[in-house]
């Protein structure tokens, strides 16, 4: 890839995986499939990395949230705790399923920062390499 085609992909890449409601795998199909399996690799490895400086903004969207949100409301969200947490974080990234539970459950009990950006990456590596080798 160009280096104009990186400036265009990081962005992209972190703003899709944070709360805004804007899909990232139509970006990473895009700027991946115009290289072969070298570039995809490239371009998924990038976007998981991006995965993880986008789980900095749901920690401190998060936080914010926590002490804003009614405790009425905090009951209703997700209650996920200790190490089953993160493996529940690390399944949700993986699985094509709907990652907001997880920024509900961020809300409720917000988990420490380095471990999240970690299960998040790990779980979402896997899943866009898969996406990018089938879509070409």
Not at 13 to 23: E, I, S
Not at 61 to 78: E, F, I, N, Q, Y
Request: aromatic share 12%; charged share 10%; with cysteine.
């Amino acid at each position: 890839m160009s280096w104009f085609e990186w400036v265009c992909f990081i962005p992209l890449a972190v703003l899709c995986n944070t709360a805004l409601p804007v899909p990232f795998d139509p970006v990473l199909i895009v700027f991946g499939s115009r290289h072969g399996s070298g570039g995809a690799c490239t371009v998924a490895v990038v976007g998981s990395l991006c995965a993880s400086v986008g789980a900095i903004a749901d920690i401190k969207l998060g936080r914010s949230a926590h002490t804003r949100v009614s405790p009425k409301w905090l009951r209703l969200m997700p209650h996920w705790t200790g190490r089953r947490a993160y493996v529940l974080y690390f399944l949700f990234a993986l699985l094509p399923v709907p990652f907001s539970v997880v920024r509900l459950a961020v809300v409720r009990n917000p988990p420490r920062l380095v471990p999240y950006q970690i299960a998040v990456t790990l779980g979402r590596l896997p899943r866009y390499l898969l996406a990018i080798l089938l879509s070409s």
